[in-house]
């Protein structure tokens, strides 16, 4: 079955950095784009960042990450990251790794990522 394990999250002031990991299997890791979305308490889920398919490095971000966040995939250990450096407190939210090609999603777990003083 198809598994996306994200880990990485935690506790960061503002300023400071952390990185997802998004373990993966079940599925042939390059077929497929990763994205990471995330949703802050009463809000809309919200697209951050995705890694194109095909098994090169074509990266995608929405604007408000853009400089501060990384998207990555090891292809040898099918796991994809999201570097997240000189964070905000609207950062702040449930972090989720999924595959998808096209409107074919697989969501995994979620990882708090919470950025505090």
């Known amino acids: 079955d198809v598994q996306l394990q994200a880990s990485g999250g935690g506790l960061v002031q503002p300023g400071g950095a952390l990185r997802l990991s998004c373990a993966t299997s079940?599925?042939?890791?390059?077929?497929?784009?990763i994205s990471w979305f995330r949703q802050a308490p009463g809000k809309e889920r919200e697209w951050v960042a995705a890694s194109r398919n095909g098994g090169g490095s074509v990266t995608y971000y929405t604007d408000s990450v853009k400089g501060r966040f990384t998207i990555s995939r090891d292809y040898a250990k099918n796991t994809a990251y999201l570097q997240m450096n000189s964070l905000k407190s609207e950062d702040t939210a449930v972090y989720y790794c999924?595959?998808?090609?096209?409107?074919?999603?697989?969501w995994g777990q979620g990882a708090q990522v919470t950025v505090s003083s």
């Open positions: 079940g599925f042939t890791f390059r077929d497929y784009t």
């Open positions: 999924v595959k998808h090609f096209y409107g074919i999603q697989d």
